[in-house]
């Protein structure tokens, strides 16, 4: 019961706060203006990143142990981590679609596409990325989503990069 | 008025998330729709294409096979019922957790020892037998020889108690009124059969049957992914820097809106029209070969009468949000609004007006929905006119923000650098 909550609704804040991280400089005007910085703007975005990171670790940890704190009798760890890594991998395949398309838009569909989709079939053709592997007591999957998240996240960085480069 | 529309058609099937959007009607059109209809090839012996054949001993023909020749349907039967459900209370009370389905999730409730004991006279009280041989009668599997009493005061007891174990475990356990039923199966006969083929063959013409379950799918779709399509399209001014432009136009913004809005609700109606038309012509050529006649507008007219509205609602509201505040906002509103609608999980019969989509998901039942026909109406009525106040609405928004009225988008980022300031200055002092 606690891991389809958190599989079925919290997951979703990891499309909330992630996708959106590129949206600022969407606008050409605020784009040329950050690229003449002498700061990389891949810099920043590592930063804000991790800062989304970090706020998506801890309200899913909050609301985990808010759980628990009514009385909810399951093991934390696993299911903070599993939740995150659900919640990370659809950021993160949110996050590299709008860096591709440079539209945010598409960016929040296919992510949201991913889990109404994986919802319907149950995991019949995502396999080992399925994203409500905990309702069936199973963790293997969460693993290969996380590291899915991170190749997902960094990809998306070096998308940005490379249009930098060749702009 | 009408050069302007077609400029936004053409504009918007150009554009990439209009593309990823059929794609993704397209990919859940074939994983839902077209796998579930898939069994109805009139090759396979369970087809609905084909006549009941009439056997004559039903229990003999279910000996063999293990199954009815017309299937199987739930009905309060009081003697299967009290034995089915009170085996399973009793297996549940062994095991310690009750299964309970509130708001379609589902739950295992663990009692403590108070109510337990409750449970246990209930099941005392209900077998007339103690709890020590109960546990002889389940270990032998001799559950039936329970001498159960099936008049109708005995029955109307026992449903009183069940009510009362149903109230210690929860909401929508597995002995409550509803689900009570489940426990009584009987064969469906052969009257019953042939009605369902008649109805569906005769009255329905086939495709109006399949056309209920093609929109109980595709609204799934449609209550949702128009939102992007919208936010995207509705943002595009902003990002290419045509907000000016736009705005000191000659055009009024009645006939901007309108266009704009017609321009988002014909082009996504496209790719589901062109699904209805696979969907008739899979359907004819299967029937040509049973020699059946066919409704060939069948999914066509499901389509505008049932489908439209809901992306009729769905798009005046996401354009209205996206326009007042330029932001992604109607992207999480919709996701909740669907959910919410989603996830009651009725999958026939639910059609209030907070039901954005209508689920009908069954080619059969006829008569039921015949019988909510006029509910169905007035909910699509309802979302019509829904749809009808966001656009004005929106028209109104964008009038006052071309005479520069009102610009949320500026507002709340100079509230935020207000508060950057005001940071800043509490931290140097």
């Known amino acids: 019961m606690a891991a389809r909550i958190c599989e079925q609704f919290v997951a979703i804040i990891g499309v909330v706060i992630l996708v959106p991280i590129f949206t600022t400089e969407e606008d050409e005007n605020i784009k040329e203006t950050i690229n003449a910085k002498v700061i990389s703007p891949i810099f920043v975005y590592i930063i804000r990143i991790l800062i989304s990171i970090i ?6 940890a909050l609301f985990v142990n808010t759980l628990i704190y009514l009385d909810g009798t399951f093991t934390s760890g696993r299911l903070i981590m599993g939740t995150v890594s659900s919640a990370l991998f659809l950021g993160g395949l949110g996050l590299f679609v709008a860096s591709l398309t440079q539209n945010v838009g598409i960016g929040y569909m296919i992510s949201i596409v991913y889990f109404v989709f994986d ?3 149950k995991g019949k053709y995502t396999k080992n990325l399925f994203l409500f592997s905990l309702m069936n007591n199973s963790i293997k999957e969460k693993y290969y989503l996380f590291v899915a998240a991170v190749v997902l996240i960094i990809l998306s960085l070096l998308v940005y990069w490379i249009r930098k480069i060749n702009a | 008025m009408f050069n302007l529309f077609l400029k936004e058609c053409t504009q918007l099937g150009k554009s990439l998330i ?18 579930d209809i898939k069994g109805n090839d009139p090759r396979n012996s369970g087809s609905p294409l084909i006549k009941p054949s009439y ?13 009815y020749p017309c299937g199987s349907t739930n009905e309060e039967i009081p003697e299967q019922i009290i034995s089915k459900s009170t085996l399973m209370m009793y297996e549940e009370h062994m095991k310690g957790t009750y299964s309970a389905y509130p708001h379609g999730l589902f739950k295992n409730v663990k009692l403590d020892k108070e109510n ?12 007339g037998k103690s709890l020590i041989e109960l546990e002889k009668l389940h270990k032998n599997v001799n559950w039936n020889e329970i001498h159960f009493s099936s008049s109708s005061k005995d029955y109307s007891s026992f449903k009183k108690l069940m009510e009362k174990a149903n109230n210690i475990i929860g909401e929508q356990s597995n002995y409550s009124k509803e689900n009570l039923r489940r426990f009584g199966v009987r064969p469906i006969t052969y009257e019953e059969a042939m009605k369902t083929y008649k109805d569906l063959i005769e009255k329905d013409k086939i495709t109006n049957g399949f056309a209920r379950l093609f929109c109980d799918y595709m609204g799934i779709v449609m209550g949702l992914f128009p939102v992007f399509v919208v936010f995207s399209f509705i943002r595009k001014d902003r990002k290419s820097n045509m907000k000016q432009v736009i705005y000191s136009r000659r055009v009024s913004s009645a006939k901007l809106i309108l266009s704009r809005y017609s321009a988002l609700i014909i082009m996504m109606m496209v790719p589901i029209f062109l699904l209805a038309g696979v969907s008739t012509f899979q359907v004819v050529s299967i029937s040509e070969k049973l020699n059946l006649t066919v409704d060939y507008f069948a999914f066509f007219k499901y389509s505008i009468g049932w489908l439209m509205p809901t992306l009729m609602a769905v798009t005046a509201v996401g354009m209205f949000l996206t326009l007042l505040t330029e932001t992604a906002i109607a992207i999480p509103v919709q996701m909740i609004w669907w959910y919410s609608s989603i996830s009651k999980g009725v999958l026939i019969g639910n059609y209030d007006l ?27 009525m309802f979302f019509i006119l829904i749809s009808a106040i966001f656009v004005v609405t929106s028209i109104y928004i964008l009038n006052l923000k071309r005479i520069g009225r009102i610009d949320f988008y500026d507002k709340y980022s100079k509230y935020f650098t207000n508060f950057k300031g005001k940071f800043k200055n509490s931290l140097s002092k």
């Open chain 1, 55 to 60: 706020l998506i670790v801890s309200i899913i």
């Open chain 1, 119 to 121: 919802m319907m079939t």
């Open chain 2, 18 to 35: 209009y593309i990823v959007f059929i794609c993704i009607t397209i990919a859940f059109y074939t994983t839902q729709y077209f796998s």
């Open chain 2, 55 to 67: 056997v004559q001993d039903v229990e003999k023909y279910n000996k063999e096979n293990d199954m």
């Open chain 2, 116 to 127: 337990t004991k409750k449970i246990e006279e209930i099941l005392c009280k209900i077998t």
């Open chain 2, 354 to 380: 907070s039901q954005l989509m209508i689920r009908f998901n069954t080619i059969y039942d006829r008569d039921e929905f015949v019988s909510i026909i006029y509910n169905i109406f007035l909910n699509r």
